[in-house]
């Protein structure tokens, strides 16, 4: 999740608003207990904690809930309630990677307009927007990158590990990485690495991203080839390697 954020929990019954305090919704990071303030939406039934300050990049935090918070029936809870999240890494306009459940972010010098929270969420079966052609088929692995619909200044490389997906009579020549704007996939190609069972291809917005496979054929002449190497053309010492990415005009056969 992201690092500016309002905690919340939504109830199934109306809330007796003196028993929704700091005292009986708290948030830790260890054994260290963060400070913020609560508020109680009768109208949505949610207690809102707000974090006093930016929570820390790339960090545990574990949220606990009062078996003494109770409805205005008087039923509470049979025992505390507890559930944990991990927050974004920040990336600044120097680059950086992230990484998380199976997919791996490289982000260019100045490829941000500022510091920016990275968010990777990966996406449920039932979560993963409906494909309609007969030829493209899921493999059941799609992430949301946030925060959505940012516009990138560089493009960025994005791997993704398909032996994550479900593979059972998928054909691996065939992947490829599509982007779902909003009402279809469009498909951004990538290069296939067997070996080592990844896929590599540059984005140039975030979204939502899937590996797809794509039975269908492509032909025709390329009249325009876009080339660009990230994050340089000449491998700075903290890169492992330089991603030279090229861009086409539209699918093709390979």
């Known amino acids: 999740v992201g690092i500016d954020i309002t905690i919340y929990a939504r109830f199934g019954q109306d809330l007796e608003p003196t028993t929704c305090t700091r005292d009986n919704f708290k948030l830790f990071k260890g054994n260290l207990e963060i400070g913020g303030s609560v508020s109680y939406d009768a109208v949505e039934k949610k207690i809102r904690f707000q974090p006093g300050a930016r929570l820390e990049s790339e960090t545990m935090y574990r949220v606990v809930l009062s078996k003494d918070i109770r409805a205005t029936t008087g039923v509470s809870m049979v025992s505390n309630y507890e559930w944990s999240f991990r927050t974004a890494k920040v990336i600044g306009r120097y680059g950086g990677k ?4 199976g997919i791996e972010l490289i982000f260019p010098p100045h490829s941000l307009k500022e510091e920016q929270a990275i968010t990777i ?3 449920l079966p039932a979560e993963i927007p409906a494909i309609t052609d007969a030829n493209i088929k899921s493999i059941d692995l799609a ?3 946030g925060p959505e619909d940012y516009e990138l200044m560089k493009s960025v490389t994005m791997k993704i590990n398909y032996s994550y997906g479900n593979l059972a009579g998928i054909d691996e020549s065939k992947l490829a990485i599509y982007y779902y704007d909003g009402s279809k996939w469009e498909r951004i190609g990538g290069t296939i690495d067997k070996e080592n ?3 590599i291809a540059s984005i140039k917005e975030t979204g939502i991203y899937a590996v797809l ?4 054929e492509y032909s025709g002449e390329i ?7 990230q994050p340089r053309v000449f ?7 330089t991603a030279i ?7 093709v056969r390979y």
């Not at 009249?223 to 190497?229: A, F, G, M, R, S």
């Open 98 to 101: 992230t990484e998380r459940e």
């Open 121 to 123: 969420k990966k996406l």
């Open 143 to 145: 992430y949301r990158i």
């Open 197 to 199: 069972g990844t896929i």
């Open 213 to 216: 496979e794509d039975k269908n």
């Open 223 to 229: 009249d325009k080839l876009i080339v660009e190497c």
């Open 235 to 241: 491998k700075p010492s903290e890169w492992d390697r």
């Open 245 to 251: 990415s090229f861009e086409l005009p539209k699918p």
